[in-house]
């Protein structure tokens, strides 16, 4: 059994900052990529930014320039931190995971179960 375990969201002014973390943890064997999607109310789910096990980071357009994506592999830990937040990085946030449990040759992604990020106008 996986579990992805998210936290820090909250309330934040406009142009503040919030730093989100996600922990994976169980039977893993191996991580591959990791990132961060969000859900605004009457959206899809949309990627904000992801990172490779290697390191390589890909960022939404919105997200780039304000957001950055980090990761520690020995803690199967994935960081995203946001700053200069506007109204409309409000959402929930879903912490996503590529990642091979023991016992089995597939990856499989894993999604946390969310947090939410509210900016107010």
């Known amino acids: 059994q996986v579990q992805l375990v998210e936290s820090g969201g909250g309330l934040v002014q406009p142009r503040g900052s919030l730093r989100l973390s996600c922990a994976a943890s169980?039977?893993?064997?191996?991580?591959?990529?990791m990132g961060w999607y969000r859900q605004a109310p009457g959206k899809e789910r949309e990627l904000v930014a992801a990172?490779?096990?290697?390191?390589?980071?890909n960022y939404a357009d919105s997200a780039k320039a304000r957001f950055t994506i980090s990761r520690d592999n020995a803690k199967n830990t994935v960081y995203l931190q946001m700053n200069s937040l506007k109204p409309e990085d409000t959402a929930v946030y879903y912490c996503?995971?590529?990642?091979?449990?023991?016992?089995?040759?597939?990856?499989?992604?894993?999604w946390g179960q969310g947090t939410q990020v509210t900016v107010p106008s």
């Open positions: 996503t995971a590529e990642l091979r449990t023991t016992g089995t040759w597939s990856f499989v992604r894993y």
């Open positions: 169980g039977s893993i064997f191996t991580v591959n990529s």
């Open positions: 990172i490779s096990s290697a390191g390589s980071t």
